[in-house]
């Protein structure tokens, strides 16, 4: 069986270094944006697990100095933005402090998380953390979000998506998992997307 340039694994890679993203899951954040049109000039963006950086690089560039993006990450990010309308917070997304900071930020028109834990090589461990990661996210999203808004957040395949995207339809009108082709193929990630957040 012949394999396209799209599934070689540095295909995409190849792609971002070209483009000046620092990481491939730009190309996640554009897929789903051309699936879902989340977004519009003037957005209010918070994008949670930012770290080294493409995702936000791709927002700035995308809202094009209008509207805001408040960004955060354990570590630093990887990119010169190339607009004033932005702040980055180092920190844990668990922490108080980081919350409180964020939450006063919004509200958002959009939360987004890449956020993904390091993982062990342990399938159930890596689901578990994954799935805490998703639940803290979509707290943010529930408490932050402005009416008719919108949720994108990375979660590892094979445990809770069900009772999550459950969750989610209760406050938003539509709620699907969803996973991108620039998803390596060995990957068990996918992203849970819910839209028309119902305060
Ligand atoms: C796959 S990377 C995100 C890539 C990013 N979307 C981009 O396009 O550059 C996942 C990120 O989640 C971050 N992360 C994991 N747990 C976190 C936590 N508790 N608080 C904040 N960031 C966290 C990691 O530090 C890592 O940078």
Redesign the pocket.
């Known amino acids: 069986m012949s394999t396209s340039s799209y599934e070689k694994p540095d295909f995409w890679s190849q792609k971002a270094k070209k483009e000046g993203y620092?990481?491939r899951?730009?190309y996640k954040?554009e897929e789903i944006d051309s699936k879902f049109r989340l977004f519009k000039p003037g957005l209010k963006v918070l994008?949670?697990?930012?770290?080294?950086?493409?995702?936000?690089l791709w927002v700035l560039k995308k809202l094009a100095g209008s509207g805001f993006l408040v960004a955060?990450?354990?570590?630093p990010l990887a990119i010169s933005p190339p607009y004033g309308n932005f702040f980055f917070i180092q920190?844990?997304?668990?922490a108080e402090k980081v919350r409180a900071e964020l939450l006063a930020r919004g509200p958002y028109g959009l939360v987004l998380s890449?956020?993904?834990?390091a993982t062990t090589g342990n399938r159930i461990v890596d689901q578990g953390a994954s799935e805490s990661?998703v639940e803290a996210v979509i707290a943010y999203g529930l408490e932050t979000l402005a009416p008719g808004g919108a949720l994108v957040a990375k979660i590892f395949q094979g445990g809770a998506e069900r009772p999550l995207l459950d969750q989610l339809r209760k406050r938003f009108a539509t709620a699907k998992a969803f996973k991108p082709q620039a998803c390596r193929q060995e990957s068990f990630e996918t992203y849970l997307v819910a839209t028309g957040f119902k305060p």
Request: aromatic share 8%; glycine share 10%.
């Open positions: 620092p990481a899951s730009v954040l994008d949670i697990g930012a770290a080294p950086g493409s995702w936000s955060v990450d354990l570590q920190g844990d997304l668990y890449d956020a993904a834990p990661i």
